[in-house]
């Protein structure tokens, strides 16, 4: 028995090894800003952001991709985080871009987070929904993925959906689809709006803020040089380009949209007093 367990050992530390390989922060993410508040730890499967007084801090992946399924697991500032933003967004560079975002509005001690999601299309949004989570999102990592292709854009946290936008081009409504987009996060202050509308405060005395990130993963389409690493032969290795919300997905994403969203643009008649926008009421 001693000896198969021995046997076993070195088989599992590789299995670690090759496993933990694929989520490297170090080959898919650089810190762009911050002077050294962001950091990349334990061999690059930690990458945390600070935020004090003089400055936040933030980073962005390496590649491009043109559709994919982007998981990242995040644990957000805890305590008293008002005043402070998390933000989680893929970009295109153009200057009508692209943007899938999630941002995570802090609040006082006690309070719950924002989740607020957006997404842009040639350079506009105002397609915001928010939602509170149905946990501690300080307590521990949870994940927080964007499913992205041609046919919609899913949020889901913990693999559940929060939201989806779908592709309604046949009707109008323009849809990300072809500007490669790279993955972006930073950590910084936005008292003026983030909480309660600006009426709260960071309080610096509670900094510096921190959010932790680990377990990077994407299935995607990089986007390198004009061309995409999805083959069109191959589509049965990527089976998130046509997947769609199932009946038990659909259920859950119902059930968060009854009991945790607190916005939705798509219900807010005054701020479209011309009518509200055409994916809004699609069927």
């Known amino acids: 028995m001693r000896g198969s367990i021995g046997l076993l050992?070195?088989?599992?530390?590789?299995?670690?090894?090759v496993a933990s390989a694929s989520a490297n922060f170090y080959q898919d993410f650089d810190v762009t800003w911050g002077d050294g508040r962001g950091k990349i730890l334990n061999n690059g499967q930690l990458l945390t952001l600070t935020l004090d007084k003089s400055s936040g801090s933030g980073f962005q992946s390496k590649k491009e991709y043109l559709f994919g399924k982007i998981d990242m697991q995040m644990k957000l500032v805890p305590g008293n985080s008002a005043g402070t933003v998390t933000a989680y967004y893929l970009r295109s560079q153009a200057s009508t871009w692209d943007e899938i975002d999630f941002?995570?509005?802090?609040?006082?001690?006690g309070d719950p987070y924002i989740v607020h999601t957006n997404v842009f299309t040639q350079g506009k949004g105002n397609r915001e929904q928010q939602f509170y989570l149905w946990f501690d999102p300080t307590k521990d990592f949870h994940t927080y993925s964007v499913l992205w292709n041609p046919q919609r854009i899913i949020f889901s946290v913990d693999g559940t959906p929060i939201r989806e936008f779908k592709n309604l081009e046949s009707i109008g409504v323009p849809f990300p689809k072809n500007q490669p987009l790279k993955i972006y996060s930073s950590l910084w202050n936005a008292d003026d709006w983030a909480t309660r509308g600006g009426l709260i405060k960071t309080d610096w005395s509670n900094a510096p803020f921190t959010a932790s990130y680990r377990n990077f993963k994407a299935d995607a389409c990089v986007w390198s040089s004009g061309k995409s690493s999805c083959s069109s032969s191959s589509p049965s290795k990527n089976t998130w380009l046509s997947q769609e919300l199932d009946a038990t997905s659909q259920q859950r994403l119902k059930w968060v949209q009854k009991n945790y969203m607190i916005y939705n643009y798509c219900t807010d008649t005054k701020r479209f007093p011309q009518g509200l926008p055409k994916e809004c009421t699609a069927h």
């Open 103 to 109: 941002e995570f509005l802090g609040n006082l001690s």
């Open 9 to 17: 050992v070195p088989i599992l530390v590789t299995f670690i090894l």
